[in-house]
T-cell receptor, first 115, second 112 residues
Framework: GAVVSQHPSRVICKSGTSVKIECRSLDFQATTMFWYRQFPKKSLMLMATSNEGSKATYEQGVEKDKFLINHASLTLSTLTVTSAHPEDSSFYIC???????????FGSGTRLTVV | TQLLEQSPQFLSIQEGENLTVYCNSSSVFSSLQWYRQEPGEGPVLLVTVVTGGEVKKLKRLTFQFGDARKDSSLHITAAQPGDTGLYLCAGERGGSNYKLTFGKGTLLTVNP
């Protein structure tokens, strides 16, 4: 089945620094990937849709200058949290849709802690 | 506005009991998916339902999609401690709008 690899799984960074999270589709091409944020014991909140070769589409209330998304190839999307602050600490998850099948495949998530 | 209302949000039961999780919306979805998520992991797809009235079974789990494709349910028979986790329903609107709308999730705890 389709596999999405997300790295790193955990990252701790200092306040004010930037952190990059990678999301790769391993055995299929993904023209569209999605980035979610999840708080403890809560559901996933869509942050943005990452489109290969074009600008990401951000959901209302998500700062595009803070959460930079790049989707330079059909298998890789990156999310960069710029000038991170403690309130950015969260679980970030990416997903991709394999157009040959129904359903979305999710990465294993990245636990970001900003200290 | 929550497009997908999922209930209950929390459920704690004893091993061997049955349970049902509901997912309701006023919108029509081209497909509806159920996921299970464990702490620190990404959601794992359990099933996708696409046809109104469809029923799918996965061992002790039974999934239904409403005739109007606006609601769905997940029924677990004889729950086991291994069923513990966060269950999420998510709907896809169809067309070229490949985007999932998630319910709030149901945190299920099955006590031995």
């Amino acid at each position: 089945g389709a596999v999405v690899s997300q790295h790193p799984s955990r990252v701790i960074c200092k306040s004010g620094t930037s952190v990059k999270i990678e999301c790769r589709s391993l055995d299929f091409q993904a023209t569209t990937m999605f980035w979610y944020r999840q708080f403890p014991k809560k559901s996933l909140m869509l942050m943005a849709t990452s489109n290969e070769g074009s600008k990401a589409t951000y959901e209302q209330g998500v700062e595009k200058d803070k959460f930079l998304i790049n989707h330079a190839s059909l298998t890789l999307s990156t999310l960069t949290v710029t000038s991170a602050h403690p309130e950015d600490s969260s679980f970030y998850i990416c997903s991709a849709r394999d157009l040959t099948a129904y359903g979305y495949t999710f990465g294993s998530g990245t636990r970001l802690t900003v200290v | 506005t929550q497009l997908l209302e999922q209930s209950p949000q929390f459920l704690s039961i004893q091993e061997g009991e049955n349970l049902t999780v509901y997912c309701n919306s006023s919108s029509v979805f081209s497909s509806l998916q159920w996921y299970r998520q464990e702490p620190g992991e990404g959601p794992v797809l359990l099933v996708t339902v696409v046809t109104g009235g469809e029923v799918k079974k996965l061992k002790r789990l039974t999934f239904q999609f409403g005739d109007a494709r606006k609601d769905s349910s997940l029924h677990i028979t004889a729950a086991q401690p291994g069923d513990t986790g966060l269950y999420l329903c998510a709907g896809e609107r169809g067309g070229s709008n490949y985007k999932l709308t998630f319910g709030k999730g149901t945190l299920l705890t099955v006590n031995p």
